[in-house]
T-cell receptor, first 119, second 118 residues
């Protein structure tokens, strides 16, 4: 079963508009972390934002915010005031378990969403 | 901040060649390193987890004899694609994690290696 699901293979947004990228997850572990990465065409993984399963508030980092709905197991990324440089693949990932385990840092990625920002 | 260096960035070689990719943590000790593979327009797929000094743990469907992983030191892990064929052409990327890393710390990724087998 897919643990992380991104249902939007591609999204288009007008420059300066806001866009929401969907991510749902499935886990029975009470302790987990959710990450969003941006991957431009050059390939590097750029960390954007993190939400912990015990965090009471939605995470925000500049123009990025995370709409975390724990009961629905969703962690959608909201990008406000889109810029042309935001065009990239966006990857949602989940890390399960507590720190200290031998595979603690292991990330499970969703399918990714390719965002295109139009001028 | 934590830096992970991956080398080489690009490899083009003939079918049947073995290719070694290095992943180095430059300013921290990486107790665990992860190797991912990515096909065009798809997201990252975990291939294996390597812990320093022990055998790598491979994900289901990944051939351990095809993709040899060595994590001999706390700063270096290598992935060797043995007898590479065109279907092994892909983007390979590593990430590193240090011991007792805070839960909100992101993975430290290398910049990836584009492998093309002719």
């Amino acid at each position: 079963a897919q643990k992380i699901t991104q249902t939007q293979p591609g999204m288009f947004v007008q420059e300066k508009e806001a866009v929401t990228l969907d991510c749902t997850y499935d886990t029975s572990d009470p302790s987990y972390g959710l990450f969003w990465y941006k991957q431009p065409s050059s390939g590097e993984m750029i960390f954007l934002i993190y939400q912990g399963s015990y965090d009471q508030q939605n995470a925000t980092e500049g123009r990025y915010s995370l709409n975390f709905q724990k009961a629905r197991k969703s962690a959608n990324l909201v990008i406000s005031a889109s810029q042309l440089g935001d065009s990239a693949m966006y990857c949602c990932a989940m890390r399960e378990g507590k720190a200290g385990g031998t595979s603690y840092g292991k990330l499970t990625f969703g399918q990714g969403t390719i965002l295109t920002v139009h001028p | 901040g934590a830096v992970v260096s991956q080398h080489p960035s690009w490899v083009i070689c003939k079918s049947g060649t073995s290719v070694k990719i290095e992943c180095r943590s430059l300013d921290f000790q990486a107790t665990t390193m992860f190797w991912y593979r990515q096909f065009p327009k798809q997201s990252l797929m975990l291939m294996a987890t390597s812990n320093e000094g022990s055998k790598a743990t491979y994900e289901q469907g990944v051939e351990k004899d095809k993709f040899l992983i060595n994590h001999a030191s706390l700063t270096l892990s290598t992935l060797t694609v043995t007898s590479a064929h065109p279907e092994d052409s892909s983007f390979y990327i590593c990430s590193a994690s240090r011991q007792r890393e805070a839960s909100n710390q992101p993975q430290h990724f290398g910049d990836g290696t584009r492998l093309s087998i002719l």
